[in-house]
């Protein structure tokens, strides 16, 4: 149930940098998905010391969470061009009123 609120977080988010809904679906499973594998086959090597990995595991997941959100607002926000005057105008202006 996580992975899919994960999943739909991740959608949304890539769903504005990329503008179109299938791509963003795309390119967020299939991150997820590399990631999962990825974290499988790292996973068969962590069994032994189970406990002191696992909170070091969930601190730096954490971190990185966290660095990728700012990252990823970053990005939004320097290719989008957030404050553009254009946008402001655009989303309180119908289309073909003039004032």
């Known amino acids: 149930m996580a992975f899919t609120f994960i999943a739909i977080a991740l959608t949304q988010k ?3 940098f990329l503008g179109y809904p299938v ?3 795309a390119a967020a499973l299939a991150t997820l998905l590399i990631a999962s594998g990825v974290g499988s086959l790292l ?4 069994r032994s010391g189970l406990p002191r990995k696992m909170a ?3 601190v730096a997941l ?4 966290g660095g990728e959100l700012l990252a990823l607002l970053a990005l939004i ?4 061009g ?3 005057d254009q ?5 309180t202006e119908p289309e073909g009123v003039v004032t």
């Open 56 to 58: 070091l595991v969930v």
């Open 82 to 84: 957030q404050g553009n």
């Open 43 to 46: 996973g068969h090597r962590w």
């Open 87 to 91: 946008s402001k105008t655009m989303a």
């Open 77 to 80: 926000q320097g290719t989008l």
């Open 62 to 65: 954490t971190l990185l969470m």
């Open 23 to 25: 791509y963003a679906v």
């Open 14 to 16: 890539v769903m504005l």
